[in-house]
Nanobody, 124 residues
């Protein structure tokens, strides 16, 4: 599975951006797709994920501001980011995994497939 993330950019605090991840093939019915981000000098961290059954998961830092969704063909996943703050700055990566158990859904090691990342910069 190849993943292509897009939609990043430069935005002022309080603004919004929409990220898109296009998958080369449909993720299986046991799959999960997620977004992670990495700020300079920091480890890659979980942002949001959506399971094959539509259940969504969010990091506490983005809950209520970000929304993850997918298309019905289960090939693409989207991240709507509202009320952006400077702390949201980083490279955002799309990821996909199969057979990911709930306790591991926020763990980067649970995802076998990764996109190339798209830069999001939020200015104050």
């Amino acid at each position: 599975v190849q993943l292509q993330a897009s939609g990043g950019g430069l935005v002022q605090a309080g603004g919004f951006l929409s990220l898109t991840c296009v998958a080369s093939e449909r993720i299986s019915n046991s799959g999960v797709m997620g977004w992670f981000r990495q700020a300079p000098g920091k480890e890659r961290e979980f942002v949001a994920a959506i399971r094959w059954n539509g259940y969504t998961f969010y990091a506490d830092s983005v809950k209520g501001r970000f929304t993850i969704s997918r298309d019905n063909a289960k090939k693409n996943v989207y991240l709507q980011m509202n009320s952006l703050i400077p702390e949201d700055t980083g490279v955002y990566y799309c990821a996909a995994g199969v057979g990911v158990i709930l306790s591991e859904i926020r763990n980067t090691r649970a995802y076998a497939y990764w996109g190339q990342g798209t830069q999001v910069t939020v200015s104050s």
